[in-house]
């Protein structure tokens, strides 16, 4: 009784903390965004007791939760839901049943989850590529690729190119009667660092260049050479997105070693003879003058990291590393960035970089914003926003593919 007692105090107060930790004033639906932000920040919090006393690693509870949340492919009388295999690796298929006139657009989604987490099975996003199909009459592919630390960069990436490069071939374009010049790269946060790093790499192949219409990326990390941005400093607790909980999750991916997580929290990772990619993220470049405030770019402090990590200076990893000539090819682009987010900058500098190279960009700034607004859309939270920027988000597609 008293060990069950100990742990109810124990959750009361863990919620309290959590629950009156500071929100920003002018957040959106401040007390869902809270109720979203405590459960979050419990998750960690016992992520990281569960790892301490050896039960699982940190990123399993993560992983657990969200598998909670994954859906069957369920049809009804307007989309087909198969999930299926392209050669090995699971892809969940969304194919409108209503007739057309002319061969439907694609847009191939790629989840978030820092890499370790998630699925396109999760309710929210099998959400979201149910009311894409629908509303667009599009043919929707969702890749379930590897997730980390069992598959560490670039192993997420294979798969992603493997599925976007056998959905392309001409033949399975014809059987799901699909146009081969309507087709987008969909990613939400580390699926938007995916989908980035995606359409660099085939729009620099001769094999597949313009072949692909369209990017959306919503909020999406871009890089891991510059822990310290505006934005890391100003959400370092959040909301919904800890800079030490990004950190923690988004290294498993490079290598579970311990000396890289702590050398990355004090932005003293990146190696000897990288400093000349800072100039790809320099924010005092970049960063519009709205969002640098009284923020002063400091060099960064390099070689104090031993080991080798070679992923810390591969574009494949940081999207935003790729050179003008790179991005100058890059098709039309939609990009989501939210005010409270902890990686807003990432895209704030993508933004930049990209229309100052010619690239067609539509910016979508939400100022009440939050990070992963768009997987909120169910209970335990529901959240408007996340409705508004999924419908801006669809027009932009009705509009443009």
Same mark, same amino acid.
Request: aromatic residues 10%; charged residues 20%; proline residues 5%.
């Given at each position: ?28 639906? *401040?007390?869902?965004? %809270? ?16 790892? !301490?006393?050896?039960? @699982? ?7 657990? /939760? ?25 892809? %969940? ?8 006139? %002319? ?55 294979? =798969? ?25 790269? @969909? ?17 620099? =192949? ?13 909020? *999406? ?18 909301? /919904?997105?800890?800079?030490? @909980? ?28 990288? %400093? ?29 990291? !031993?080991?080798?990590? *070679? ?37 704030? @500098? ?29 209970? *335990? ?21």
């Amino acid at each position: 009784m008293g060990y069950k007692t100990l742990c109810f105090g124990f959750s009361c107060i863990l919620f309290a903390y959590c629950v009156y930790s500071p929100l920003p004033e002018n957040i959106e639906e *401040p007390w869902r965004v %809270r109720l979203a932000d405590t459960l979050i920040k419990m998750t960690s919090l016992l992520a990281t007791l569960f790892e !301490n006393i050896g039960l @699982m690693k940190y990123e399993g509870l993560f992983s657990i /939760i969200a598998k909670m949340h994954f859906t069957k492919p369920v049809s009804d009388e307007n989309i087909t839901v198969i999930d299926t295999n392209f050669s090995d690796i699971p892809v %969940r298929l969304y194919l409108p049943r209503r007739k057309s006139e %002319r061969q439907r657009p694609a847009v191939i989604f790629i989840h978030g989850g820092a890499f370790v987490s998630g699925s396109c099975k999760v309710s929210a996003y099998d959400d979201l590529n149910r009311w894409t199909a629908n509303k667009l009459n599009a043919v929707v592919v969702g890749i379930d690729y590897r997730l980390a630390p069992q598959y560490p960069f670039p192993a997420a990436l294979e =798969d992603c190119i493997f599925v976007i490069k056998f959905f392309l071939q001409d033949k399975v374009l014809a059987e799901y009667g699909v146009d081969a010049t309507r087709i987008c790269i @969909m990613g939400d946060s580390s699926g938007g660092t995916l989908a980035a790093t995606v359409v660099q790499l085939l729009q620099n =192949d001769p094999e597949y260049k313009d072949r692909i219409k369209a990017q959306a990326l919503i909020y *999406p990390g871009l890089q891991l050479i510059d822990t310290l941005l505006p934005s890391h400093r100003e959400y370092k607790h959040g909301p /919904i997105l800890s800079r030490e @909980m990004l950190i923690k999750l988004v290294c498993l991916y490079v290598s579970e070693d311990k000396a890289l997580l702590q050398a990355a929290l004090r932005n003293e990772h990146m190696p000897e003879g990288s %400093r000349h990619l800072f100039k790809f993220v320099n924010w005092s470049d970049f960063l519009p003058e709205k969002f640098k405030k009284n923020h002063v770019y400091t060099e960064p402090i390099l070689g104090k990291l !031993n080991g080798s990590y *070679p992923a810390l200076v591969d574009s494949r990893m940081s999207p935003s590393l790729a050179s003008d000539s790179q991005l100058q090819s890059l098709p039309l682009t939609y990009i989501v960035t939210c005010e409270h987010d902890l990686i807003r900058d990432d895209g704030l @500098m993508y933004v930049t970089r990209l229309r100052n190279v010619g690239v067609q960009v539509t910016h979508d700034h939400i100022e009440k914003g939050i990070h992963g607004a768009m997987s909120f859309t169910r209970a *335990p939270v529901f959240l408007q926003l996340g409705l508004r920027m999924r419908d801006r988000y669809i027009s932009w597609l009705e509009e443009n593919l």
